[in-house]
């Protein structure tokens, strides 16, 4: 299974969606991503088989962590890609390196890339943008999905749902 760990932003997923409609209406082209896989990655884990499924799940299950907000604040370009960016955020960034240490004591491999945490909103365009905007998600819980292709459609399927515990401190 092709798996990674991230977050759903239904605080401001509607709005999320009203920029990519602004896109589509304004003649944008490229690879809009489908409105049911908008999501935070927070860390992309590969092909895992079922073992290894276990195996995450367990290093999830460790992880004591409170509520916290996240910050998105400009749309922008990244390589070829429209994205929404978030603010520098601690408890991001902490919350992140937690998930790899668990997982690495549980012999999961992690990818060792620099975290950029962003919203992909179009990928494989030319299209230019730049504006910041203002919106707000409480992260309450963290999601293990699987990508998988159904009716020729690349599908995010929640797999196991870590919640959060308590308020931000």
């Known amino acids: 299974m092709r798996m990674f760990i991230g977050i759903k932003l239904s605080d401001c997923y509607n709005q999320i969606i009203d920029i990519q409609n602004k896109f589509k209406k304004s003649g944008f082209i490229g690879n ?8 935070l990655t927070l860390l992309f884990l590969g092909e895992l088989n079922f073992k290894e499924f276990d ?11 409170p509520n916290f907000n996240i ?5 922008k370009n990244f390589k070829d890609m429209l994205i929404v ?9 902490l919350l992140h390196s937690i ?12 990818d060792r890339r620099l975290y950029y945490p962003h919203i992909t909103l179009v990928r494989k365009t030319d299209n230019k943008y730049d504006e910041q905007i203002f919106l707000v998600h409480n992260v309450k819980e963290i999601i293990l999905f699987s990508s998988e292709r159904i009716n020729k459609r690349l599908t995010y399927i929640p797999k196991y749902i870590l919640k959060l515990r308590g308020n931000d401190a």
């Open 99 to 110: 998930i790899k240490e668990e997982l690495t004591k549980e012999n999961i491999y992690i």
């Open 71 to 75: 910050y998105l604040d400009k749309v």
């Open 32 to 39: 809009y991503t489908l409105p049911n896989n908008i999501h």
């Open 85 to 93: 960016e978030l603010r520098k955020n601690k408890k991001l960034m």
């Open 55 to 65: 195996n995450v799940k367990s290093a999830l299950n460790k992880i004591k962590y």
